[in-house]
C-alpha cells in the first residue's frame, strides 16, 4: 500500500470514530434530561436500605444476604441520619438513646480537669527481691567465688555448676 492511502485510512478512521461518538452523545443526552432527579431518587431509596454484620460493621449490602467473614445474617441498618427521639450526641459521634444508654449500662460526663484521689487498704507481705541480693557471707573457712542460684526455690540439678 502506498503511504498516501494509509494516512487516508487513517484520517477515515479517527473522523469515523469522531461522528460515532458525538452520535452515541446526542442520543443518551436526552434520555438523561427526560427525567433529571429519577436517578438520584433511586440512589436515595436504594442508600437509606442498608444490610451491616453485626459483628463487622464495614461489611455492607443493598440486600439481606450472610457475612463473608463469619456467616452471620446481615441486619438491617437504622437510619441514623434523622436523629432518635430522645437521642444526644456522644463524643466520638456515637448517638445513644435513653433506652439504649440503661441497656447498655452507659454513663457520661464532661471532661474536666479536677483532683483525684482514692485509698486503697490491701493485706500482704513486704519482702526484699532475693534475685537482687549480692553479698554472700560464708560461716566456714574459705569464700564463695561464684554463686549459681539467686533466689531460694531455684532449682538445683546434681553435677550443675
Not at 573457712?141 to 540439678?157: D, S
Amino acid at each position: 500500500m502506498k503511504k498516501v492511502s494509509k494516512i487516508k485510512l487513517g484520517v477515515a478512521l479517527i473522523a469515523l470514530l469522531i461522528i460515532g461518538g458525538i452520535a452515541v452523545h446526542l442520543v443518551l443526552k436526552p434520555a438523561a434530561k427526560g427525567a433529571p432527579h429519577a436517578g438520584k431518587e433511586k440512589a436515595k431509596a436504594a442508600a437509606a436500605v442498608t444490610y451491616l454484620c453485626p459483628m463487622h460493621p464495614f461489611v455492607t449490602a443493598p440486600r439481606p444476604s450472610t457475612c463473608p467473614i463469619c456467616a452471620m445474617n446481615l441486619v438491617l441498618k437504622e437510619n441514623t441520619g434523622e436523629k432518635a427521639a430522645g437521642a444526644e450526641k456522644m463524643p466520638g459521634g456515637v448517638t445513644l438513646s435513653a433506652q439504649q444508654k440503661i441497656l447498655a449500662n452507659v454513663a457520661t460526663a464532661v471532661v474536666a480537669r479536677r483532683e483525684f484521689s482514692t485509698e486503697t487498704l490491701a493485706a500482704g507481705r513486704v519482702s526484699w527481691d532475693e534475685r537482687r541480693l549480692n553479698r554472700i557471707s560464708s560461716r566456714l573457712q574459705g569464700r564463695v567465688e561464684r554463686l549459681h542460684v539467686n533466689f531460694t526455690g531455684a532449682p538445683v540439678r546434681v553435677g550443675a555448676p
